[in-house]
């Protein structure tokens, strides 16, 4: 089972500054097949990157995702008032198709 | 337009069953793998089955193979998850969520979720 830990575990910050959140594997991630998932209070998760860094539809390019192997990181360049949530990162390859334990980006 | 919807959940008795249905509509649910991913209260997503497009592969978690048995009925378009001997720990929000890679030709992200159904097993 590959685990995936984040960090930081809280991101404190203010909008307009930048986010850069870390996604660890505990073995190399096949094929780049690593998403990212924002989830609002009260909401289901919604996919923003998958294959590592491809923006699923509609997600704006302030978000991007980059990385290889057992790291990968997703960038936030511009924090809006939105993008205060939680981020997660899952490996969607061979099962047990595992999460992260989660960053909660706040103001 | 494109949805899951889930329903099912409730309040059950630990060591009792219990089956999540998930209806799928504007889209053709006959060519998608489907995962149920769950969420207990102010924690993490946990992942905890998936089903191939056409119902023959099936994965589980650690936690819940034995267990949890993950099915679909393609001419419904419903995904379910059946779920035996409950445990006070199984006490989440249980999504549906749809692969955004046709058939199979290789694993994909989670891109539709349904709105969760909440379970709560009490001891």
């Known amino acids: 089972e590959i685990v995936l830990t984040q960090s930081p575990g809280t991101l404190s910050l203010s909008p307009g500054e930048g986010a850069t959140l870390s996604c660890r594997a505990s073995?190399?991630?096949?094929?780049?097949?690593l998403a990212w998932y924002q989830q609002k209070p009260g909401q289901a998760p919604r996919l923003l990157i998958y294959g590592a860094s491809s923006r699923a539809t509609g997600v704006p390019d302030r978000f991007s995702g980059s990385g290889s192997g057992t790291d990968f990181t997703l960038t936030i360049s511009r924090l809006e008032s939105e993008d205060f949530a939680v981020y997660y990162c899952q490996h969607y390859g061979r099962s047990p198709k595992t999460f992260g334990q989660g960053t909660k980006v706040e103001i | 337009q494109v949805q899951l919807v889930e329903s099912g959940g409730g309040v059950v008795q630990a060591g009792r069953s219990l089956r999540l249905s998930c209806a799928a509509s504007g889209f053709t649910f006959s060519s998608y793998a489907v995962h149920w991913v769950r969420q207990a209260p102010g924690k993490g997503l946990e992942w905890v089955a998936v089903i191939s497009y056409d119902g023959s592969d099936k994965y589980y978690a650690d936690s819940v193979k034995g267990r949890f048995t993950i099915s679909r009925d393609n001419s419904e378009n419903t995904l379910y998850l059946q779920m035996n001997s409950l445990r006070a720990e199984d006490t989440a929000v249980y999504y549906c969520a749809r692969s955004n890679i046709v058939g199979a030709t290789r694993p994909g992200a989670l891109d539709i979720w349904g709105q969760g159904t909440m379970v709560i097993v009490s001891s």
């Open positions: 073995q190399s991630v096949s094929s780049n097949y």
